[in-house]
Each structure stands twice: as structure tokens, then as C-alpha cells.
Nanobody, 113 residues
Framework: QVQLVESGGGSVQAGGSLRLSCVASRYTYRRYAAMSWYRQAPGKEREFVSTINSDGRTSYADSVKGRFTISQDNAKNTLYLQMNSLKPEDTAMYYC??????WGQGTQVTVSS
């Protein structure tokens, strides 16, 4: 099982920016699996935010397209999510996912209006 540790969450005002990080360790044979960000707001189901495949292809939820950017540093085993122009509706716990099966503990993002 891959261990994932997220960081970088916090409280910001609308229009602000944050960069989330997710450090992955204990890689197995699935080293080159896709990595993704999901989020879950209070009272809502967890939803997809963005993913990056081993070949660098990315995809985004429509709600964050043009505002968020996913990237990874393979040398540091780290996944990033740069979040710009944040909105109150972006408020949620953000989770890192590895290969569709392994999850981190999450990092809280709160955006005030």
C-alpha cells in the first residue's frame, strides 16, 4: 500500500491561492499509476478534482478548469495542486489518491467570501 501525506491547506479569502502537496512513499509495482486530487465538502459526496497520468496527461473537473493546475515531481515523489482564484465553493477537505485505490488523510481548504 502506498502512503500518501497531504499538506498545504489553509484558510484564504475568495480570489486567493493555495498550493497543495502530496508526498507518496512505499511505492510498489504500481509506481507509475495515475495520481489524482479529490475533495469532499461537508454533507456532500467526495468528488473528482483533477488527475495526472504517468505520461503527463491531465484532466480536470469543469468546476476547477482554468483555475487549478495539477503537476508532479517524480524525483520528489510529490503531487501538487496549484489552486488560483479560489471561491467559497472550493471549501472542502482535499484528498490525494494513488492508482484509484490509496488515499491520504486529507488537507482542509477553507475559502471565505
Amino acid at each position: 500500500q502506498v502512503q500518501l501525506v497531504e499538506s498545504g491547506g489553509g484558510s484564504v479569502q475568495a480570489g486567493g491561492s493555495l498550493r497543495l502537496s502530496c508526498v507518496a512513499s512505499r511505492y510498489t509495482y504500481r509506481r507509475y499509476a495515475a495520481m489524482s486530487w479529490y475533495r469532499q465538502a461537508p454533507g456532500k459526496e467526495r468528488e473528482f478534482v483533477s488527475t495526472i497520468n504517468s505520461d503527463g496527461r491531465t484532466s480536470y473537473a469543469d468546476s476547477v478548469k482554468g483555475r487549478f493546475t495539477i503537476s508532479q515531481d517524480n524525483a520528489k515523489n510529490t503531487l501538487y495542486l496549484q489552486m488560483n482564484s479560489l471561491k467559497p465553493e472550493d471549501t472542502a477537505m482535499y484528498y490525494c489518491n494513488y492508482g484509484g485505490t490509496d488515499w491520504g488523510q486529507g488537507t482542509q481548504v477553507t475559502v471565505s467570501s
